[in-house]
């Protein structure tokens, strides 16, 4: 599905206030781009918010190591395996639920499904191209992927 | 619930969004941190025994979400307080929240700041 200028924005705003409010300093939120249909890679913890109601497809943030642990360090969070895929759900859930604002209440979401591992490829049922929007923290890297259609 | 010790517990399924609520909560007077649940089903239960008079609910969680938890909670002890903190940030589910009974509704991402101003608004009786 195609997303307007709108939704991209609230996305990137919803990106910048969690960085913000969470006081773990300057993200660096690039333009989306076009991956391969029906696909998205993942870089090393990643989650999945599965997406239903008037849309069906998932939105979810794939995270390097050192990305995630800034966001726990700045926050005084231990760096264990289970905090750093906790605070990666939490954070794909708070992207995805801000969706909303632009899409209404039809854009349902489920909890996050959490997956550790490098270099895998997520294949999905929507027959479409994800979104990908990198978000920077200095040089550490994380995608956001979001990739649903109409139901 | 004025000049009394305030029990709080707090239902989110992130075990770091319930530390950071905790870590938020601990630097206020009268509010005590009685307990965390991970789903709304389990938070019904532990509810019934520990009788909380304040609860952060968040609303998207396995097995009972938050609206069937606060549902739940409200029918078996109507003066219980519950603060919907959720990524849900839309108007139109903060308004379904207030009317299952909710009292106050925190947008995600939020600050220790801004949680700890609405409990203290909600715990004031504001």
């Known amino acids: 599905m195609k997303l307007s200028e709108s939704t991209l924005k609230t996305i990137a705003q919803s990106i910048e206030s969690y960085f913000i409010k969470k006081k773990i300093g300057k993200s660096q939120i690039h333009h989306a781009y076009l991956g391969a249909i029906g696909e998205a890679p993942t870089i090393e913890f990643s989650a999945l918010i599965p997406i239903y109601g008037s849309y069906n497809g998932a939105v979810y943030l794939t995270t390097s190591k050192g990305f995630v642990e800034k966001v726990l360090g700045e926050q005084g969070l231990g760096f264990s395996e289970d905090n750093m895929l906790d605070i990666v759900g939490e954070m794909a859930n708070i992207f995805a639920g801000n969706i909303r604002l632009d899409l209404g209440e039809g854009f349902s979401i489920m909890p996050p499904v959490l997956i550790s591992g490098k270099e895998m490829v997520l294949k999905f049922e929507v027959k479409d191209q994800p979104y990908i929007m990198p978000i920077y923290l200095d040089e550490d890297i994380a995608n956001l992927v979001i990739i649903f259609e109409k139901t | ?126």
């Open chain 2, 1 to 126: 619930m004025k000049n009394t010790e305030t029990r709080v517990m707090i239902v989110d399924d992130s075990s770091t969004t319930r530390e950071t609520i905790r870590r938020a909560l601990s630097s206020m007077k009268n509010v005590t941190v009685v307990a965390e649940c991970r789903d709304g089903e389990l938070a019904v239960q532990v509810f019934q025994s520990l009788k909380p008079d304040l609860v952060t609910m968040d609303l998207t969680m396995p097995r009972l979400d938050g609206f069937g938890a606060i549902k739940e909670m409200i029918s078996r002890s109507p003066n219980v307080k519950i603060v919907v903190c959720s990524a849900l940030a839309d108007e139109a589910t903060a308004l379904d929240a207030i009317d299952f009974g909710a009292v106050a509704f925190v947008a995600k991402p939020f600050s220790a700041e801004e949680i700890n101003e609405v409990i203290r608004d909600v715990v004031a009786g504001k």
